[in-house]
């Protein structure tokens, strides 16, 4: 098995909130909308997706109970501490909680972490180190 991910699919309790999070809020365009899961518009990208959360528990043989930390962590890095900055404004004002305000990392990049309306932590950062960052933008 490959270190790649075909696509990203986020279980949902509130399908509808989440796309007028990520569509209204940070300005994702919807590729596909299937009524029971939507996909982005991913310009080449792994697409991230979503589902309904007890749907897509079901699917893959678990329970869709759970709380707290996952574990889980999405990560989009970015060419500027500016572009964090913007980011989490964004984020933010499409109702985010920031969990951890944007400013300098003790590994000398910047960055700061958000989560959606559905609890999706989202890591934001930018590294002065080198040139081949996986760059999201």
Request: charged share 20%; no cysteine; aromatic share 12%.
């Amino acid at each position: 098995m490959k270190a790649h991910v075909s696509a990203i699919l986020l279980g949902v309790r509130d399908l509808d909130r989440a796309k007028r999070f990520y569509t209204e809020g940070l300005g994702w365009k919807i590729k596909d909308d299937y009524g029971i899961s939507v996909f982005f518009a991913s310009d080449g990208a792994s697409p991230v997706g979503f589902y309904g959360r007890e749907g897509l528990a079901d699917q893959v043989g678990t329970s869709a109970e759970g709380s707290g930390f996952s574990g889980l962590v999405l990560t989009y890095v970015v060419r500027t501490e500016a572009r964090v900055d913007e980011i989490m404004a964004e984020a933010e004002k499409a109702g985010a909680t920031i969990l951890k305000p944007a400013g300098a990392l003790p590994w000398g990049g910047y960055g700061g972490t958000f989560a959606d309306p559905e609890g999706y932590i989202w890591s934001l950062g930018y590294s002065p180190h080198g040139t081949d960052q996986p760059y999201a933008e």
